[in-house]
């Protein structure tokens, strides 16, 4: 059974940065391509970033891009997200997920729990 745990959610103010992380446990961590989504209240779970099982690519909605950094350690089996110049748009709840490498929902099989995050003004 695959469980991805996150963390490092939490409320900062906008211009500020978090970083995010992601454990994974249950299969072969650095086979597989990993996910970032995030839902914010009311909206569509969207696409965030992705990494390639072997680190080399990544893949960002426009709107991070340049503030977002998605990385991975296959050796501790973990996916992060650094987030920085935050803003208050990007308030919402995080999720990672793990699947083949893609923008899509779909292309992702297991998800995570999530992770709040708050950006005041």
């Known amino acids: 059974q695959v469980q991805l745990v996150e963390s490092g959610g939490g409320l900062v103010q906008a211009g500020g940065s978090l970083r995010l992380s992601c454990a994974a446990s249950g299969r072969t961590f650095s086979t597989y391509a990993m996910g970032w989504f995030r839902q914010a209240a009311g909206k569509e779970r969207e696409f965030v970033a992705a990494i390639s099982w072997t680190g080399e690519s990544t893949l960002y909605t426009n709107s991070v891009n340049g503030r977002f950094t998605i990385s991975r350690d296959n050796a501790k089996n973990t996916v992060y997200l650094q987030m920085n110049s935050l803003k208050p748009e990007d308030t919402a709840v995080y999720y990672c997920?793990?699947?083949?490498?893609?923008?899509?929902?779909?292309?992702?099989?297991?998800w995570g729990q999530g992770t709040q995050v708050t950006v005041s003004a």
């Open positions: 997920a793990q699947g083949t490498y893609g923008r899509t929902k779909s292309d992702y099989r297991y």
